[in-house]
């Protein structure tokens, strides 16, 4: 790790891997409670068509793909709520349809799979200073979104229809959760890269779900893996010369793995307890009731 900091861009990429392993399991958690696991890998999808639109017009890929997802991420939250029995191929189309439009925009611009490569899988170490500055103000927007709104959102995540009866607007929380997870996309796409990124919002929270019992529990557990997984990921990959992105992925994988062990270890201890409390219960019980009938015969 100290070898790793002597180079400014892996000291620039480390700090992008804090921020991305806490946003991306924070987004997720709300995503995964409102069972959209996939929904961040079809935003992937649809951000092609941004960062194709962004090299086309020799502007910013990532502004690109960031209008492109936030404006797919409302389509697919309106389609959802709108048709439910169609919305999946609706969906469907819409996600190929966006990736189909990107290499086809890549390749006009006359970049082809080569500039897209760094998008698709990752490429942290060749972030710059003016990238982490963007990526920064976007995770701060994220997570400032998620304090404001972060009671609403678990009360919708939770039952809809209680969320509706209480008055909330449903309607507004549901575009803000998809459209906060296409913000989270933009901001991890150079990192983990567009066909990973799904896997940190969803792999943490996971893991976390194995070992903890509340909502918001599960939260900072599962921040606590991203960041452990994309640092160790982004030191990995430096020292044994992988790419960041899939190592990263990997380590939050293995992560969830030791999670299920010990979560089982965990759950067992659980019962034991409960079983024993009750015991104690019930020995108690049985003993109030003899001194009660000895109170009787005595009396």
């Known amino acids: 790790m100290s070898e ?29 409670q409102r069972r959209l696991s996939l929904l961040g890998d079809g935003i992937g999808h649809i951000a092609l068509t941004g960062i194709g639109l962004g090299l086309l017009t020799s502007t910013s890929p990532v502004l690109g793909a960031l209008v492109v997802s936030v ?3 409302v389509a697919i939250e309106v389609l959802r709520a709108r048709s439910r029995s169609g919305a999946d191929v609706a969906l469907a189309l819409l996600f190929y349809g966006g990736l189909a439009g990107g290499v086809i925009l890549t390749n006009a611009n006359g970049g082809g799979s080569a500039s897209l490569q760094s998008y698709l899988f990752g490429s942290i170490s060749s972030v710059t200073v003016a990238d982490l500055y963007v990526v920064a103000g976007l995770a701060a927007a994220v997570l400032a979104i998620i304090a404001l709104f972060g009671r609403e959102l678990f009360l919708l995540c939770q039952d809809e229809e209680v969320a509706r009866a209480a008055g909330l607007p449903v309607r507004f929380l549901s575009v803000l959760i998809a459209a906060t997870a296409a913000v989270t996309v933009v901001i991890s796409m150079r990192a983990i890269g567009l066909l990973l990124v ?49 190592s990263i992925v990997l380590l939050a994988l293995a ?18 307890a409960v079983a024993a409390g009750d015991a104690v219960r019930a020995g108690q019980g049985a003993e109030t009731r003899v001194d009660g009938e000895a109170e009787v015969l005595r009396g």
């Open 255 to 272: 992560v969830f793995v030791l999670a299920v062990g010990g979560g089982s270890v965990v759950r067992r201890r659980r019962a034991r």
């Open 198 to 246: 799904s896997a940190l919002m969803i792999v943490p929270v996971a893991a976390a779900q194995q070992l903890t019992r509340g909502f918001w529990s599960t939260m900072l557990a599962a921040m606590g893996v991203g960041v452990l997984s994309a640092v160790s990921g982004l030191a990995g990959s430096f020292q044994y010369d992988l790419p960041p992105g899939p």
């Open 4 to 32: 790793m900091l002597h180079y400014d861009f892996m000291r620039i990429a480390l700090v992008m891997a804090v921020l991305i392993g806490l946003t991306a399991p924070a987004v997720g958690t709300f995503i995964v």
């Open 71 to 73: 404006l797919g991420a």
